[in-house]
């Protein structure tokens, strides 16, 4: 089994930043693609971004230009710098990554919770 601990979440005002960070733990696995989702109460979750294993990266619209998404390769960490937060970005922000080598299969993190206020 491969575990997700996510960091970073909080109140921020708007305008503001945050920085989210998620570790994979485990023994003998690899990842291929890692990404972040949100969801916001009584919405769908839904993908913020994504950055595949060669460093290929892919935003929702409502985030370009202002959310960068990263990974430590070295670390299994995966990263999303928030910049210029908006009330509407207020969500439980979810961790995902994608195991190739190992206990294969797609995992979740538990959620941090990101709260913009106006």
């Known amino acids: 089994q491969v575990q997700l601990v996510e960091s970073g979440g909080g109140l921020v005002q708007e305008g503001g930043s945050l920085r989210l960070s998620c570790t994979a733990t485990?023994?003998?696995?690899?990842?291929?693609?890692m990404g972040w989702y949100r969801q916001a109460p009584g919405k769908q979750r839904e993908l913020v971004a994504t950055?595949?294993?060669?460093?290929?990266?892919k935003y929702a619209d409502s985030v370009k230009g202002r959310f960068t998404i990263s990974r430590d390769n070295a670390e299994n960490t995966v990263y999303l710098q928030m910049n210029s937060l908006k009330p509407e970005d207020t969500a439980v922000y979810y961790c995902?990554?994608?195991?190739?080598?190992?206990?294969?299969?797609?995992?979740w993190g538990q959620g941090t919770q990101v709260t913009v206020s106006s």
């Open positions: 995902n990554v994608d195991v190739i080598v190992g206990p294969l299969g797609k995992y």
């Open positions: 485990g023994t003998m696995f690899s990842i291929n693609a």
């Open positions: 950055i595949g294993g060669g460093g290929r990266t």
